[in-house]
């Protein structure tokens, strides 16, 4: 049963909140809160699943969406676990078939039945069971930052105080727009390596994507670049790349096995102004391929499951700034109020 506690402003939500009390509906709480920054990840779609009859919204107990997110769990999560106290629920989430056919506008009202719920139920336990006050970031991957901007969007316009804590949101692989900003004056996009209480987007193609449907690209989207910060179309070589953390593929081309950790100078990057996407020109082989039954959602040059790996270093290198950056900052703030 769902915790009665739970302070619901939000008005619109659909079904019965998953029950967050129960630990096991968390995909992984930290041990100990020793670091000074928590990190509330999403985790993207895990379960596909064509078959007649398969969910579209999937239960949080569902043994296979279970085993993806754990699955998962060795990926995108890596980057903040060692440097922040991390904390991720499980969700109601779309079976991918389900947004299959859908533009970007049409999937995230899709989002905004029971996934929204939870989503929101789980931010609810966290900040008030679990957070006691300290910063926190955001983060999630596709589905998962297309939750993420759901609730910047809506969930934290009725708690608005929270911002104040945010050291950065990211919101990667799923599209960010001007419009959004206009929207929410309250939410700020990241304009380089430090700022802070921001939101970090961007979605990664090779060239030939430009004209293609991608499900993650949104008119008048937007992205920073993830090796030099900016959000022109300043060119930065693969020789600015610390680092990747790529998977290796097994014989069927789509299954990670493993993963080439620490690759620096492959991977490049430029923002395409007009398209509002990063531009890789060096990881063609890494291009999305669609399994067998399942819709490309893509085009036929994303590198969509890239947007992490392919930059893999300078992330965490970056989740290091924002947080020494928001600190800073704080201690500014006290110091101006104590004088």
């Given at each position: ?28 709480l930290?041990?100990n ?7 509330f ?6 379960y ?7 969910p ?9 969406l ?5 699955e ?6 890596q ?10 629920p499980f ?9 299959a056919?859908?533009s ?6 899709y ?17 008030e069971?679990?957070?006691?006050g ?8 596709s ?21 104040k804590?945010?050291?950065?949101a990211?919101?990667i692989?799923?599209?960010i727009?001007t ?12 304009e ?21 449907v991608n499900?993650?690209?949104?008119k008048n989207?937007?992205?920073i ?6 959000r ?10 610390l680092g ?7 014989d069927?081309g ?7 950790v ?5 991977a ?36 969509h ?16 700034t ?15 109020k104590?004088?």
């Amino acid at each position: 049963m769902a915790d009665r506690n739970q302070n619901y402003r939000v008005t619109g939500l659909v079904g019965v909140p998953t029950d967050y009390s129960d630990r096991k509906n968390w995909a992984h709480l930290p041990e100990n809160t020793d670091k000074e920054v928590d990190t509330f990840f999403v985790y993207p779609t895990v379960y596909a699943n064509p078959e007649p009859g398969a969910p579209a919204i999937v239960p949080v107990e569902d043994e296979m969406l279970r085993a993806g997110v754990m699955e998962h769990f060795k990926e995108a999560p890596q980057a903040f676990i060692d440097l922040t106290n991390l904390y991720e629920p499980f969700y109601r989430q779309s079976n991918i078939t389900a947004l299959a056919g859908k533009s970007g506008e049409e999937a995230l009202e899709y989002q905004k039945q029971e996934q929204r719920t939870d989503v929101y139920a789980a931010l609810d336990y966290y900040f008030e069971h679990y957070n006691q006050g300290r910063p926190f970031i955001l983060a999630g991957h596709s589905q998962g930052s297309m939750m993420l901007k759901i609730a910047l969007t809506d969930y934290f316009r009725e708690h608005s105080d929270y911002l104040k804590r945010m050291v950065a949101a990211y919101v990667i692989g799923f599209a960010i727009t001007t419009d959004d900003l206009k929207a929410n004056p309250a939410l700020q996009f990241a304009e380089g390596a430090d700022d802070t209480g921001v939101i970090v987007s961007w979605n990664v193609e090779g060239p030939e994507n430009k004209h293609a449907v991608n499900i993650t690209v949104m008119k008048n989207a937007i992205s920073i670049n993830p090796l030099n910060w900016k959000r022109d179309d300043t060119y930065a070589p693969a020789s600015e790349n610390l680092g990747d953390r790529l998977s290796i593929l097994g014989d069927n081309g789509i299954f990670p096995i493993g993963f080439d950790v620490h690759r620096p100078g492959l991977a490049d990057a430029q923002v395409d102004i007009e398209r509002g996407v990063v531009v890789c020109t060096t990881l063609a082989d890494h291009y999305v391929q669609s399994m067998a039954g399942m819709p490309n959602i893509f085009g036929p040059a994303s590198l969509h499951l890239s947007d992490y790996p392919a930059y893999w270093d300078n992330i965490r290198e970056n989740v290091q700034t924002r947080i020494k950056a928001y600190f800073s900052r704080s201690a500014g703030k006290s110091h101006g109020k104590s004088a």
